[in-house]
C-alpha cells in the first residue's frame, strides 16, 4: 500500500465524505431501500436494476450533496462567575 | 451442552471516516472425515490467504489509533479470563494462540498463570503487547503450525483467532497434543450469525446493482460442527456456549472501517477485489432501512461461540458402566424419600 500512496490517499478521503453525503440524502436512501426489502418479501424477486429508479434518484441526491456544508460551528459553554 | 445466552450490548461509536469493504459470506460446512493429524492431504481446505491475513494484522497494529478498535477483542478477553478463573486450578505454563496484542494476558494474575507463551502472526501486534504482571514470551509462529512438544501446557486459550485458520480440525488438534494430559483449552471463535446484517445487506445490494454477489464475509464454523471438531481432536467433556454482542454503529462504513482497523478485512481466496461505490451506497441504504434501531444507529451483531475442552486423563469423571444404575428414573418423584432413607440407614 506504500507504493500506491497518492491514489490510496485520494481514495480514502473520497470514502471519508461518504457518511455525510448519505445522511444528506435520507428519504432517497429510505426509498431504495424499502423498494429492495420489498423485493425480499415472500413472492418478490430481486433482480438486477429492479429498483433502479430510486438508485438514480439516491445517486443524483448523493453527487449533489457537498460534505462540509455549512461549515464548522463551535460552541462556547461561557459560565458565570457568581 | 448448549447454554445459549444472550447478552446485548450498546456502545454508540463518534463518527468516523469510512474504509473500503471488509469480510462476508456463508456457513462453512467442515466435511467429517478429514486429513489425519500431522499431514496436509489435497483435501485440506485452504480458504484463506494467511500471508494476507498477516499483513492485514500487521497493518492494523501500526496504525496510529490503534487502541480505539480493541473494544470487541477486549471484551472477549475478559470474558475468557473470566472463564479461566472459574476452573479452580494454577497453571504453571500456559499459551495464547492468536494473542494479538494480548488481551486475554492483562486479565490474568501470577498466582494464576506462571508463565505466558503467547503466540501470533503478526510481529507488530506482537511487539505493542499490553501490559500484564505474568512473565510472557511472545513467539511468531502459525496457529496451524504451534512449534511445541507434545504435552508442554497445562492451559491452552484462543481468543477470536481461530476463525481465520484454514484448517481448523488440525489446528485443534495441534492444540489437543501440546496440551499436557488434564490440561485445558478454553477458546472463542466468532459463530455463524457473525454481522449476518452486513452479509446482507451487501448481497441484496450487489444482487440489485450488479445482478449476482460475491461472499465479503468470511465462511464461520456452525455450533454442531464445532463440537464435532474439539471431539475429534480428542477433547474430552466439552462445553459450547454462545454469546451475541450487539454493537450499534452510525453508519455502515463506520462499522466497515472498525473491521479494518480490527485487522479483520477479508482475506479469502475467493474475495472480489473491486467493491464498487455504487454497491457501497446502495448496501448502506439498504443496511439503514432494514436493521436501524430507533435511535437511527445500525446494529451490527458478533456471535461469539465459547468452547472449553479437556485433555484426557485418569482423574477425570467418567461416564459410568452402563447397568451399574441403582435406582431407575421412574422412582425420580420419591428422591426426597430415597435419600433421607439412605441417610437414616448410615
Keep these: ?82 | 451442552m448448549l447454554r445459549p445466552a444472550r447478552v446485548v450490548w450498546s456502545l454508540w461509536l463518534r463518527p468516523r471516516t469510512p474504509g473500503v469493504s471488509a469480510g462476508n459470506g456463508d456457513r462453512r460446512n467442515v466435511a467429517s472425515g478429514g486429513p489425519p493429524s500431522g499431514s496436509t492431504s489435497p483435501r485440506t481446505l485452504n480458504i484463506f490467504d494467511r500471508d494476507l491475513k498477516r499483513k492485514q494484522k500487521n497493518w492494523a497494529a501500526r496504525q496510529p489509533e490503534s487502541r480505539k478498535f480493541d473494544y470487541l477483542k477486549e471484551e472477549i478477553g475478559s470474558r475468557i479470563a473470566d472463564r479461566v478463573y472459574d476452573i479452580a486450578r494454577n497453571f504453571p505454563l500456559a499459551l495464547d494462540v492468536g494473542c494479538g496484542r494480548g488481551y486475554i494476558a492483562q486479565h490474568l494474575n501470577k498466582e494464576t498463570i506462571g508463565k505466558f507463551f503467547q503466540i501470533d502472526i503478526a510481529e507488530n501486534a506482537l511487539k505493542n503487547c499490553l501490559e500484564t504482571d505474568i512473565p510472557t514470551v511472545s513467539v511468531l509462529a502459525d496457529e496451524e503450525f504451534l512449534p511445541f512438544q507434545e504435552n508442554t501446557f497445562d492451559l491452552v486459550v484462543s481468543s477470536l483467532s481461530l476463525h481465520w485458520v484454514n484448517d481448523l480440525p488440525r489446528a485443534l488438534e495441534q492444540i489437543h497434543y501440546v496440551l499436557k494430559p488434564d490440561g485445558v483449552f478454553v477458546g472463542a471463535m466468532f459463530g455463524g450469525d457473525t454481522l449476518y446484517e452486513l452479509r446482507c445487506s451487501l448481497q441484496l445490494a450487489e444482487t440489485e446493482r450488479e445482478g449476482g454477489f460475491s461472499p465479503h464475509i468470511s465462511p464461520f464454523t456452525a455450533v454442531n460442527d464445532l463440537g464435532h471438531l474439539l471431539g475429534r481432536a480428542g477433547f474430552n467433556t466439552l462445553t459450547v456456549d454462545t454469546d451475541e454482542i450487539q454493537v450499534n454503529y452510525p453508519g455502515m462504513f463506520e462499522l466497515m472501517e472498525d473491521l479494518q482497523g480490527m485487522g479483520e478485512s477479508n482475506c479469502s481466496w475467493n474475495r472480489k477485489a473491486l467493491l464498487h461505490r455504487d454497491t457501497m451506497l446502495a448496501a448502506a441504504a439498504v443496511y439503514r432501512e432494514m436493521y436501524r434501531n430507533e435511535d437511527g444507529s445500525l446494529p451490527a451483531t458478533y456471535q461469539i461461540y465459547h468452547m472449553i475442552g479437556w485433555k484426557y486423563h485418569d482423574s477425570q469423571a467418567r461416564p459410568a458402566e452402563r447397568g451399574s444404575a441403582t435406582v431407575s428414573f421412574g422412582e425420580l418423584g420419591k428422591l426426597n424419600n430415597l435419600m433421607s432413607q439412605e441417610k437414616n440407614n448410615l
Design chain 1, 1 to 82: 500500500m506504500s507504493a500506491h500512496g497518492a491514489v490510496w490517499g485520494r481514495v480514502r478521503s473520497r470514502l471519508r465524505a461518504f457518511p455525510e453525503r448519505l445522511a444528506a440524502c435520507g428519504a432517497e436512501a429510505a426509498a431504495y431501500g424499502r423498494c429492495v426489502q420489498a423485493s425480499t418479501a415472500p413472492g418478490g424477486h430481486l433482480r438486477k436494476d429492479l429498483c433502479a429508479p430510486e438508485f438514480e434518484a439516491l445517486r443524483s441526491c448523493f453527487a449533489a450533496a457537498v460534505s462540509g456544508k455549512g461549515g464548522c460551528v463551535m460552541v462556547l459553554e461561557v459560565q458565570e462567575s457568581p
